[in-house]
């Protein structure tokens, strides 16, 4: 059982930027899961945002957040950090981490690949 919070979120202008942390306790984040990033806006569905592998550390991204967006292991074992720079409106949302033992090639982004989910941290970008 792995057990996910998120933290971080917050209001920032546009073009602004924002750290968000996943930290795991009841298991080795890093080392034995897959872990993704994934957002939900009011009335839309929620969506893959990027993905970590613990086998290599691939990392993936949508097409939305590529080369604003980065994620990595953080210095602790059980954390995982998404870098979000150069934020848009259409960035603000819910943002969830989650995890799942291996998420397969092409579904690295699918919601249903994961089994454990945080609670969610607010990202809000406006002026």
């Known amino acids: 059982q792995v057990q996910l919070v998120e933290s971080g979120g917050g209001l920032v202008q546009p073009g602004g930027s924002l750290r968000l942390s996943c930290v795991a306790s009841?298991?080795?984040?890093?080392?034995?899961?897959?872990i993704g990033w994934f957002r939900q806006a009011p009335g839309k569905e929620r969506e893959g945002v990027s993905c970590i592998k613990s086998s290599d550390g691939s990392t993936y991204y949508a097409d939305s957040v590529k080369g604003r967006f980065t994620i990595s292991r953080g210095a602790a074992e059980n954390t995982v950090i998404l870098q979000m720079n150069s934020l848009k409106p259409e960035d603000t949302a819910v943002y969830y981490c989650a995890a799942t033992k291996w998420a397969r090639a092409g579904h690295r982004l699918a919601r249903y690949e994961y089994d454990y989910w945080g609670q969610g941290t607010q990202v809000t970008v406006s002026s």
């Open positions: 009841g298991s080795t984040l890093s080392s034995y899961y897959d």
